[in-house]
């Protein structure tokens, strides 16, 4: 009797943890955890001297999904992806739930120049997947945009995905379907935000 109770209490805390951890829809990292991780990664990365990038996915016209298939069809299309992006990356990566259709693949001891070759690889990939949504046998194509920083001297996390952020934002205004480096550069980081807050006041 009392080991069943230690048990059942054993588990309701696992269950509890779980919860606190991870996204309820895809079972990933939630954003909390996610950038707990992300954080602690990119640092001992930067201590050991070792190269650290991000690639910040969204999911292009996700919204047309949801409104014509339904939320419970854009549920699906969120799982399936989640499940084909884990199977692509090394046990090291850390891959989360940044909110909404936007996900977040941290690449510890990774460069930009093979974070970019990554990138690739996924949008190809991602581009041929063909999601099941359980409606007579049918299956929805995506394609994602995604925005890659690489780490440099005192960057923090936040300011490698304000720049992973940009460089999607500039793949969406490209016709989306595409990848985009950040270079580190001040003066280009600027004028984004520049063209970010003009866009935003015509809008
Ligand atoms: N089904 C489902 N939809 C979600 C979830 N979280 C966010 N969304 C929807 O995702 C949609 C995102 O829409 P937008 O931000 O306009 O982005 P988009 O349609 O992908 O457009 P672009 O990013 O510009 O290509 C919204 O309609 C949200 O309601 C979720 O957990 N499940």
Not at 44 to 50: F, M
Not at 104 to 131: G, Q
Not at 139 to 150: D, P, Q
Not at 173 to 178: A, I, L, Q, T
Request: net charge positive; with cysteine; aromatic share 8%.
């Amino acid at each position: 009797m009392v080991i069943w109770s230690q048990v059942s209490k054993l588990h309701m805390l696992m269950r509890l943890y779980r919860q606190a951890i991870l996204d309820p829809l895809t079972g990933i990292y939630n954003r909390r955890m996610l950038l707990r991780l992300g954080k602690k990664s990119m640092q001992e990365c930067s201590q050991n001297d070792k190269p650290f990038s991000v690639l910040l996915f969204d999911i292009d016209k996700f919204k047309r999904i949801n409104d014509t298939w339904g939320h419970s069809v854009g549920d699906k299309v969120l799982t399936g992806f989640t499940a084909f992006v884990q199977g692509k990356i090394r046990k090291t990566d850390l891959f989360g739930r940044y909110g909404g259709e936007e996900f977040i693949l941290f690449l510890p001891d990774c460069p930009s120049d093979t974070a970019i070759k990554i990138s690739n690889r996924m949008l190809t990939a991602i581009r041929a997947l063909k999601l099941p949504i359980n409606i007579e046998n049918q299956s929805l194509s995506i394609t994602t945009c995604i925005g890659i920083s690489t780490y440099s001297e005192n960057d923090t996390l936040a300011s490698m995905l304000e720049r992973a952020d940009l460089a999607l934002y500039q793949c969406k205004h490209s016709g989306r379907d595409c990848s985009n480096f950040h270079p580190i550069d001040l003066q280009y980081e600027n004028d984004e935000r520049l063209k970010i807050a003009e866009k935003i006041s015509i809008n």
